[in-house]
């Protein structure tokens, strides 16, 4: 009884998630390329926080029901598919004791299509489909804690029916610069002479995974940053500046993330973050305050959240999903995802203060040294009174009953 009450409460929040979620718009479809070149040197500038080592993030998005986000277009309300489906890989390799190189590539491919797929898109007649791929080389020295990052992004647009979205331009070549020196980072992409992004980042947290401090007060210190975007909007320029601020709340398990955009548009998101009693957030917890848009003067605030057990994401209403699948509201989104870094014997998830701990491995080291500290004491001679060397084996003792009376045979 108990087993199928839980079955039906699981179907009604589902069929909620499904039936309260408004349609996507063809507009936020056309602004998709911006929020994956974006989202894409988001990542690499916290990857390139080390510069060294490796990384790895693979994730397919996943929405089960063609009812859950439909497109709003000109033409009515249609049944389908938002997807997103990305990777990103970063390795490096060790030129002597102080200098690393690397080269990383990041990958995003993101639209609507009438119907669902996993590597092969239907291209329904309603259907937009774009793409992102990043790519480039780094350069890190430990000695003076400094990393140089360039290369080239790449935007696709696969399908886009001229008659149901806006235009948009397609293949497009951008530029990509990023430069780090201890805690302030400056990062940039370009297209032809213009800039489109520009970030400023002043990573203050001290974070034991990259030789800081474990604990204490500078690990309390704020991570801040400030982009500047290029966009147009009717024709127009439309340029803002978003500053982010995030803040260590509670010994690197809780987090506050704000954003707030400059000139206009003001407070943008709020998310809380808890990742319990785990440093290298492989698995964490977030609860999120987005604002939607205004309504008759009024602000509309957005509440949800997300939960993330190391291999799946599962979010509803979070600002990350509003931000990054189109306005979607409403609804349940999934994520099957791998995201793990890693620099020496270390693992870690993106944008961790510390390594995840080893304890296993930590033990079999101590086994192995404990086996071989035995095996040596074992065949260690030991010298008796007349001079001689002589190995003592090492056994069990026990009694042999004789017909002449007892003795003991073995030894210690």
């Not at 127009?236 to 509670?250: G, P």
């Amino acid at each position: 009884m108990q087993r199928r009450l839980n079955k039906i409460l699981f179907l009604l929040a589902m069929a909620a998630g499904i039936a309260f979620a408004d349609p996507i718009t063809t507009d936020a479809l056309t602004r998709s390329g911006l929020v994956m070149r974006d989202r894409q040197l988001r990542d690499i500038g916290l990857v390139m926080r080390g510069g060294r080592g490796g990384f790895i993030d693979i994730g397919y998005t996943y929405t089960p029901s063609s009812e859950q986000l439909q497109l709003k277009s000109k033409y009515g309300v249609h049944d389908g598919f938002a997807f997103r489906h990305h990777y990103g890989i970063f390795g490096s390799w060790s030129l002597d004791s102080t200098s690393h190189l690397g080269f990383l590539t990041w990958f995003d491919r993101v639209g609507w299509d009438t119907q669902d797929f996993f590597f092969f898109p239907h291209y329904g007649d309603f259907a937009h489909i774009s793409s992102a791929f990043t790519w480039g080389f780094s350069y890190t020295n430990t000695k003076y804690d400094y990393t140089a990052a360039v290369g080239l992004q790449h935007q696709n647009l696969e399908l886009a029916n001229k008659t149901v979205f806006p235009n948009e331009s397609d293949s497009l070549l951008f530029y990509w610069a990023h430069a780090r020196y201890k805690n302030v980072s400056i990062q940039g992409s370009f297209y032809r002479n213009t800039f489109q992004t520009l970030r400023i980042s002043l990573d203050l947290e001290s974070r034991e995974l990259y030789g800081g401090a474990g604990s204490g007060y500078k690990t309390y210190l704020p991570n801040l940053s400030a982009t500047i975007y290029r966009r147009k909007n009717n024709g127009d320029d439309d340029n803002f500046v978003r500053l982010n601020l995030e803040q260590n709340l509670y010994e690197q398990l809780l987090y506050a993330d704000v954003s707030y955009d400059f000139p206009k548009g003001g407070f943008h998101s709020a998310i809380l973050k808890y990742y319990p009693a785990n440093f290298s957030r492989l698995i964490g917890f977030e609860a999120s305050c987005l604002r939607r848009n205004e309504i008759g003067g009024s602000r509309e605030l957005l509440w949800g959240g997300a939960i993330d057990f190391i291999v799946l994401r599962l979010g509803y209403n979070s600002a990350f999903d509003y931000d990054n699948m189109f306005g979607a509201k409403g609804t349940f989104i999934a994520e099957i995802h791998v995201n793990l870094g890693a620099i020496g014997g270390s693992r870690f998830g993106r944008g961790a203060s510390k390594a995840a701990p080893m304890e296993t491995s930590q033990k079999n080291a101590d086994l192995r040294r404990f086996m071989k500290a035995y095996a040596e004491q074992q065949k260690t001679p030991t010298v008796d009174a007349q001079g001689n060397k002589v190995i003592q084996a090492k056994g069990i003792r026990y009694e042999k009953v004789g017909t002449s009376g007892t003795s003991n045979e073995g030894g210690n």
